[in-house]
C-alpha cells in the first residue's frame, strides 16, 4: 500500500508524506521473517531431528536473461520436490525405528 501511495506522489508530482515508513516496514517485514525462520528452524530439529535447511537468498533477475523467471520457477520447484524427499526419507527413518523397536520388545 505504501508502495502504491509513493507511487501516485511520484506521479501527482508531490512529495510523499513520511517516506520514512517504507523503510519502517521493511524492517520490521525482515524482523518478523526472522522470527518465523527461527521458530521453523525449531520445529523441523523437533520433527526432523536434523538441521533445517538454509533459508532461500533473495536474487535480483538478470534484466538481461530472457529466461530468467524460467530459471527461478524451476529452481522452486526442485526445492519443493527437495522438501518432498526429506520428507519422505523421514517417514521411512519413523518406520524403521518402530519396526526396531518391535523387533526388541
Not at 517516506?19 to 518478523?32: A, F, G, H, N, T
Not at 536434523?50 to 530468467?68: H, I, Q, S
Not at 522452486?76 to 518402530?98: C, G, N, P, W
Request: proline content about 6%; aromatic content about 6%.
Amino acid at each position: 500500500m505504501l508502495l502504491t501511495m509513493e507511487y501516485n506522489s511520484k506521479e501527482d508530482c508531490q512529495l510523499f508524506p513520511s517516506p520514512e515508513r517504507i523503510d519502517k516496514v521493511q524492517d520490521s517485514m525482515d524482523r518478523l521473517e526472522q522470527v518465523i525462520h527461527e521458530r521453523n528452524d525449531a520445529f523441523w530439529q523437533l520433527e526432523i531431528g536434523e538441521e533445517a535447511p538454509k533459508p532461500r537468498t533473495v536474487r535480483t533477475l538478470d534484466p538481461d536473461d530472457p529466461l530468467a523467471t524460467v530459471r527461478e520457477a524451476i529452481e522452486a520447484v526442485t526445492q519443493v520436490k527437495d522438501r518432498a524427499t526429506l520428507k519422505f526419507q523421514y517417514l521411512i527413518k519413523e518406520k524403521e525405528r518402530k519396526l526396531l523397536s518391535k523387533r526388541k520388545q
